[in-house]
Every structure is written in C-alpha cells, then in structure tokens.
C-alpha cells in the first residue's frame, strides 16, 4: 500500500475516532495489566464483568495476594482459562511485589518475564498505560492487516514489525486501537462488513461482500 493510501487510511479512521483506547476497563496499570491476563481467549465486555466486582475488592498486588488464589477464582470463574489465569495472576503479584515495588515495569523485557504475559500483552501495557508507540497484534490485527494489504505478514510478529514500519508515524501511538477496533466491529472474521467500511475503496481485499 503507497504512503498516500496509508495515511488515508489513518486519517479515516481518526475522522471516525479522534480519541481512541481499550474497551477494557481500568484505572492503573495493574489493572490493566490484570484484565489483560484476564482477556485472552475472553471477551471484553466478560472481563470488564468480572472485574468490576474484582477491583472494588483487590486492585493492587498486595491485595490480590491477600485474596489468594481461591480466592481470586472467585471473582474471575466465569472467564476461561480461569484456573491457570488466577495461577498466574498471583504468582505475577509476587514477583511485582518482590521485584518491583509493586509496580508495573515500564519495560519490554521485565513484562514479559511475568507469568503469562507474552509480547502482545506487554505490547498493549506499554502502549495504553505507557504512551509508547506499540503495536500489539491479535487475530483482529492481524485479519485486518493482511486483508488489507496494509502490513501483510505470515504471523503476528512479521505483522508487527510490517505495521511499525508502515504506520505513518503521526499515527503509530493509536494504530493499535484503530486496527482492533475495525476488525471487531467492521472487518469481522466470517462476513466483513465491507459496504460500511470507510477504507473500502483504499483495500486490496478480493472478496469485498457486497451491498
């Protein structure tokens, strides 16, 4: 895709949402860091149920460790994966706790030597708690970029590192939500909803469904 299609395309999509960021809800980083943990293999809109009952109760690692891991199942049981996510949880609890004060690391290689936090998820900490200019790629990324012709890539991170390199700078700190928040809700998996799309005319996708 030509640089002038690129920044067309960001464009739209800042004309559509000047303010973008995640659906999930928190107030710190580690709640953030938290729902995120909570959000693989998971909805949104399940996790933010669970943790607003959760946060309330335990929003920081202490308190979550005080919960323990009994009882912080409680709170998230109706997520999947909950078992080895609560496991993981208190163990990461542990190591902030030990390690770093109680905070959230502002650092690629700290984050993901938590438990359970790959590259994606300390993508998005360092991008929507820290402001860094990050691109965490998911399946709605990665549809979307290749679909598109904007960043193809084989896997998630030959995606990532096409879209740093084609992300007009001026928009690289917000692409990721933009991305996600179009595959989502308009270029979807099994029937994209191409005649709503404002970056239709400007997509290299073949078999655009129809009107």
Not at 37 to 51: E, F, P, Y
Not at 97 to 120: M, N, Q
Request: hydrophobic residues 40%; aromatic residues 6%; positive net charge.
């Amino acid at each position: 895709m030509k640089l002038a299609d690129r920044k067309e395309l960001f464009r739209r999509l800042q004309e559509l949402n000047p303010h973008p960021t995640t659906e999930l809800e928190y107030q710190t980083p580690f709640e953030l860091l938290v729902a995120v943990a909570l959000s693989a293999q998971a909805t949104d809109v399940g996790v933010n149920k669970a943790t607003r009952k959760l946060f309330p109760v335990a929003n920081t690692p202490k308190a979550i460790l005080d919960l323990g891991e009994v009882g912080l199942k409680r709170y998230i049981s109706t997520i999947g994966l909950f078992n080895s996510k609560a496991r993981h949880i208190i163990q990461t609890c542990r190591i902030l706790l030990d390690d770093y004060d109680g905070e959230v690391p502002r650092d690629r290689e700290a984050l993901e030597s938590l438990p359970g936090v790959g590259r994606k998820t300390a993508n998005v900490i360092l991008n929507t708690a820290f402001g860094e200019p990050t691109i965490a790629v998911d399946t709605h990324i990665f549809r979307v970029a290749n679909r598109t012709g904007l960043a193809p890539g084989k896997t998630p991170l030959a995606v990532e590192k096409a879209l740093l390199k084609q992300v007009p700078a001026e928009y690289r700190l917000d692409a990721h939500h933009w991305l996600i928040l179009h595959g989502r809700y308009v270029c979807k998996a099994r029937k994209p909803d191409c005649p709503a799309c404002v970056i239709r005319d400007l997509c290299r996708f073949k078999d655009k469904t129809p009107a």
